[in-house]
């Protein structure tokens, strides 16, 4: 902590710091949910005092965590309360964060975005200004807004979060035209992603995807903490994966089915009763511990959008399904993307000029012209560019 810059606290000061306890928030991605993961940094004279996230579900809110790790409680008059999210008002598992927040003498306070859980809802922020303390909101805003998504969606929307994910060539090819994908974007990338799953309750790739790679799709090489495995969702209306290939089915069994977390193989009941015809589908069917009927006769997109919404999903993930995000391929994406079902997108870019046809998002655009996404947050990893972007319709919720 020694090796904290020393800044003003004041306006530039308060971006910095607020980063900070982003960051706090991040590095403990997937430890809290479906509690938010919050980031907290409390900062006197320019220096870092204390920091805190939010612990597992049920546990301590990052303000109490920050303010707890003072031991001599007087050093926090006069200081700079930095958080990602309102404090909290209500009595839930914790006691109030606010009452907390008031009542250790601080100058003052500074929130990146409101919390609309109805029971706080702006009840925190007012219980703040009451004592008198001065109050700072919207810094980093876009920024925090981008972090604490799949909560503030829930919360304001009511449904499943759904978010795309594809890393592209500069030209817009998901793979090259051989087919090889993995080698679009780089190692940082990759981390990237492993890291950023934790941060949705589940991944969804197509059977094309699953019968291609079959991919794993758990948390690993990336350099933070791990918390948590998604739940591995395959979206697989036509029932092919149960038909594939025996060394196809090997590969499924060691990485895609693996018990490190659950998957779970959706199909259309009319599908799967076609494919039982053949003996070793009804033997592999023993393996598939989760199976989740999809409703028959709506597009994809309402298939799907129906399937995150059954109960019988969150009792197959053994946890409430909130969010999910999309891996791909580009069959499944072009499909959701031209349903417009997408809420927020992580878009990794290379700088890489693929020149290829085969993979690529390809949907009619609605009315001739596309839709226009808004950058959220943006990070350069490695020779990558990440940009984050909200649907229209995620927007207007905000
Ligand atoms: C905060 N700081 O770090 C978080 C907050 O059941 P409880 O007591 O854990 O309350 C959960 C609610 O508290 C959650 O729905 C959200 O509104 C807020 N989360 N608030 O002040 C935190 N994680
Ligand atoms: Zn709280």
């Known amino acids: 902590q020694g090796a904290e810059p020393v800044l003003p606290t004041a306006q530039g000061g308060d971006e910095y ?50 303010i707890q790790s003072v031991a001599d409680r007087s050093q926090l008059r006069g200081a700079t309360l930095y958080v990602t999210l309102e404090p909290c008002s209500h009595t839930g598992r914790q006691p109030p964060c606010a009452e907390l927040v008031a009542s250790c003498g601080f100058a003052r306070c500074v929130v990146a975005v409101g919390d609309p859980n109805p029971l706080v809802a702006g009840n925190g922020l007012r219980r703040l200004r009451e004592t008198g303390l001065e109050i700072q909101t919207g810094v980093l805003a876009q ?86 495995q998604p739940v591995r969702l395959l979206f697989d209306p036509a029932a092919r994966i149960l038909s594939c290939p025996e060394g196809v089915w090997q590969g499924l069994l060691e990485r895609t089915f693996s018990p490190a977390t659950p998957t779970v193989l959706m199909v259309h009941p009319s599908a799967l009763e076609a494919a039982r015809q053949e003996p070793r589908v009804v033997q592999r069917l023993e393996r598939v511990e989760h199976l989740l009927p999809l409703l028959e006769g709506s597009s994809p ?48 870019t290379a700088p890489t000029l693929g020149g290829g046809t085969r993979y690529r998002l390809q949907f009619p655009a609605p009315y001739g012209t596309g839709v226009r996404l808004n950058p959220m947050a943006h990070a350069r990893l490695g020779e990558d560019l990440l940009v984050e972007y909200l649907y229209p319709s995620t927007q207007k919720l905000l």
């Open 143 to 228: 920024e925090a807004i981008a972090w604490h998504l799949p909560f503030l969606f829930w919360q304001l929307a009511g449904r499943t979060l759904i978010a795309a994910k594809w890393a592209q060539t500069l030209d817009g090819q998901l793979a090259y035209d051989d087919g090889r994908s993995q080698w679009i974007s780089g190692e940082e990338s990759r981390a990237y992603t492993h890291w950023l799953r934790q941060k949705y309750d589940a991944i969804l790739v197509g059977a094309g995807t699953v019968l291609a790679d079959q991919p794993a799709l758990t948390v690993r090489s990336c350099v933070e903490p791990h918390h948590r």
């Open 301 to 348: 997109a309402a298939t799907l959008r129906a399937a995150l919404a059954d109960p019988a999903l969150s009792a197959h993930a053994g946890r409430p399904i909130h969010s999910v995000m999309v891996e791909g391929g580009p069959r499944l994406l072009s499909t959701l993307a031209e349903a417009s079902v997408f809420d927020v997108a992580h878009i990794f």
């Open 17 to 66: 710091w607020m980063q900070k306890a982003l960051e706090q928030a991040m590095s403990a991605v997937g430890r809290s949910h479906p509690n938010p993961t919050v980031g907290c940094v409390i900062v006197k004279e320019g220096r870092l005092l204390a920091s805190g996230a939010t612990e597992v579900h049920g546990g301590r809110h990052a303000e109490r965590v920050a």
